[in-house]
């Protein structure tokens, strides 16, 4: 990730670290913990124990759902990242039960917890401050602004600078099907940010765009599911070297392909049922958002990941606190970009990714 990025990232996790009081939550339950442990039968210490563990549950449940997938996932990169986001309550809670009558040994596993995460806490809240001394500043977003990212994955170009103009070449194509679709015509495509480890380009555009994009990844993770299901029953079924194995496989095979038209052919039909204009250009639209819908199956099995980020518009102002709600898009888009959960890439490629087919009257013919 980039410096700015960064930034942010360690930014958004010391301010939650000490807002959600985490810390002191845990060393909380390690004080009940530790009671625990000099009178183990005593009812008021198990209470606490349990009201200590319930409150830090509640907190950590918070904090993960401040973070977007595509965060998360930058943060488990971090050392140390991933005991910060972990399921401690869940680790606690097993350990505990592992060890019922010793309650010490437990007591020593949770500080070592602490230690851990204290010295990750120490290491970002330095972070924060070497990267703000440095000069690196975060790109904000305005209230109600939204932007997508891209991020590609070095095998879907091999490291070749031809291949990375052809794979933002599609990108380019995918956000056009999806703007017309979307607006009515192809707007401009600014370019806010650009990481470079695995090259993420991140784009502003119109919030519907972004959103019918967002829904579109949403349907290949869905779709892709389900060929997992199918080629995880097909591996199952490799392994028992049966007579009729070369027939078997075919039939998976198949059953894969048709799944995978099946869900291109439906999403399709949603997406064209809801365009406007005349019935040629609406056939062309149709070709343009099926080659996009292609393109987003084949690059997102090759580990595509797409991540949208945005800042909530303000609430609806009511004289009553309890009907000062979230706008209705506001919350849906914040739904599509929690939903943007990737698995990571698994055994080869089953589609091809689509050639250019560009057609007279589409998009690409400039």
């Given amino acids: 990730m980039n410096a700015a990025r960064l930034r942010e990232i360690v930014d958004k996790l010391v301010d939650a670290n000490k807002r959600l009081r985490i810390q002191k939550l845990l060393a909380a339950v390690l004080s009940s913990v530790t009671n625990l442990a000099s009178s183990p039968s005593d009812s008021n210490y198990q209470q606490q124990y349990v009201a200590s563990l319930d409150a830090l549950r509640t907190a950590l449940t918070t904090l993960r759902g401040e973070f977007q997938p595509a965060e998360i996932a930058r943060i488990e990169e971090l050392d140390g990242g991933a005991d910060y ?17 010793t309650p010490s040994v437990v007591q020593a596993k949770i500080q070592e917890l602490i230690d851990r995460r204290t010295a990750f806490v120490t290491a970002i809240e330095g972070a924060a401050t070497s990267l703000q001394s440095l000069g690196i500043e975060i790109y904000e977003l305005e209230p109600g602004q939204s932007e997508i990212g891209f991020l590609l994955p070095r095998n879907l170009f091999n490291n ?49 765009t972004i959103m019918m994009i967002g829904k579109a990844i949403t349907w290949a993770l869905d779709s892709w599911k389900k060929v997992e299901e199918i080629r995880n029953l097909r591996a199952q079924t490799a392994r028992l070297n049966v007579p009729a194995a070369a ?22 039909d949603d997406l064209v049922g809801a365009l ?17 819908l292609e393109s987003i199956l084949a690059r997102v099995e090759r580990g595509m990941i797409v991540e949208i980020r945005m800042l909530p518009a303000p609430t609806v102002e009511s004289d009553d606190p309890e009907l000062q709600v979230e706008p209705p898009e506001t919350r849906a888009m914040r739904e599509v970009a929690a939903s943007l959960v990737f698995p990571p890439v698994q055994g080869e490629p089953i589609l091809a990714i689509p050639g250019v087919r560009a057609k007279k009257g589409s998009m690409d013919q400039e």
């Avoid at 972990?86 to 009558?101: F, H, L, Q, S, T």
């Avoid at 194509?173 to 470079?196: D, H, L, M, N, Y």
């Avoid at 198949?254 to 995978?260: D, G, H, L, P, R």
């Avoid at 406007?276 to 996009?292: I, S, T």
């Fill in 160 to 208: 070749e600078f031809d291949g990375l103009i052809k794979e933002l070449g599609a990108v380019r194509r995918i956000i056009r099907a999806f703007s017309e679709a979307a607006t009515g015509s192809v707007e401009p495509i600014e370019v806010k940010q650009i990481s470079t480890t695995d090259p993420l380009f991140t784009f502003a555009l119109n919030a519907a």
């Fill in 85 to 101: 986001l972990a399921d401690i309550v869940g680790e606690i809670a097993g350990w505990m039960a592992e060890n019922p009558a």
């Fill in 276 to 292: 406007k204009g005349d019935d040629g250009r609406k056939n062309e639209q149709r070709n343009d958002l099926e080659w996009a």
């Fill in 247 to 268: 027939k078997i496989e075919a039939t998976f095979e198949e059953a894969i392909k048709e799944t995978i038209r099946s869900e291109i052919s439906s999403k399709l």
